[in-house]
């Protein structure tokens, strides 16, 4: 069983910067591609990127291409998500995912998932 926790979350002012941590435990997290979606209040769940099992493949929604950047550390069981020039649209709770196999961005896809963490952009 593969369980994740993600870490990183907080409060930050517009054109500010934070690093999501997604943490696996588990032997076979190098075996899942892994993805981060989000979440705001009365919206459905948003794919925002993904990375394959072994970094060479990275995906970005549109409203975050150039902004963000998904990366994999396997020796440490961990994915990062480093956010920049982040604005108020940002605000959600992010979640992390893991899947064998499927397309990126659906959720349903995925088959393990992190509890999230609450990003705050203010304005």
């Known amino acids: 069983q593969l369980q994740l926790v993600e870490s990183g979350g907080g409060l930050v002012q517009a054109g500010g910067s934070l690093r999501l941590s997604c943490a696996a435990s588990?032997?076979?997290?190098?075996?899942?591609?892994i993805g981060w979606f989000r979440q705001a209040p009365g919206n459905e769940r948003e794919f925002v990127a993904a990375?394959?099992?072994?970094?060479?493949?990275?995906y970005y929604a549109d409203s975050v291409k150039g902004r963000f950047t998904i990366s994999r550390d396997n020796a440490k069981n961990t994915v990062f998500l480093q956010m920049n020039s982040l604005n108020p649209e940002d605000t959600a709770v992010y979640s992390c995912?893991?899947?064998?196999?499927?397309?990126?961005?659906?959720?349903?896809?995925?088959?393990?998932w992190g509890q999230g963490t609450q990003v705050t952009v203010s304005s």
């Open positions: 995912g893991a899947q064998y196999s499927g397309t990126y961005v659906h959720a349903r896809y995925y088959d393990h």
């Open positions: 588990g032997r076979t997290f190098s075996s899942y591609a």
């Open positions: 990375i394959n099992w072994n970094g060479l493949d990275t």
